[in-house]
């Protein structure tokens, strides 16, 4: 059995700095790595809604408000033909886009459709319903100001 000559301490610093000494930088290159992506999803969503004429299209940032998502975008659309055309033209541009399997709730002609693209959640809503659910309201920073203020 051969042995290689010096001690663990030795070759210990021969071999260099340990692997978790690296991994800060590592691991905040994947955090901007992570958000890049997700500012290239949102680009791809905002895009497929304002070539289908969505109106009053909002983002808001739960990153660490909510664990379902890290951003929700909201639109809405004028009639239920609309709405329709505008998830089914989302989901095939975020199939394109790389994000795999995207579910559609609610297609089917109602008043309000969510299209799940992971980290981003996308409502889309006829104007009566989304006056009614409030959601940009119920989610907005505002309402985190006026409950700390509490």
Known sequence: ????????RKKAA????????????????QAVA?????????AVIIESLEDDKA????????????????RMIIAT????????AMAMHLQQKLRDAGVGRVPVEGA???????IDAGD?????????ARALYRLEKMWSAELDDAESDA
Do not use: C, N, Y
Request: aromatic fraction near 4%; charge should be negative.
């Open 108 to 114: 089917g002609g109602s008043d309000w459709v969510l």
């Open 34 to 42: 992570a958000t890049e992506r997700l500012d290239g999803i949102q």
């Open 55 to 70: 109106e009053d299209i909002i983002t808001l940032d739960l990153a660490g408000r909510a664990a379902f998502t890290d």
């Open 120 to 128: 981003i959640v996308v409502h889309l809503f006829k104007p009566e």
């Open 1 to 8: 059995m051969a042995v290689s000559p010096g001690s663990p």
């Open 14 to 29: 021969a071999a260099g700095p340990r692997a978790a000494a690296t991994k800060a930088p590592a691991a905040k290159d």
């Open 77 to 84: 659309g004028l009639a239920d033909r609309q709405i329709s």
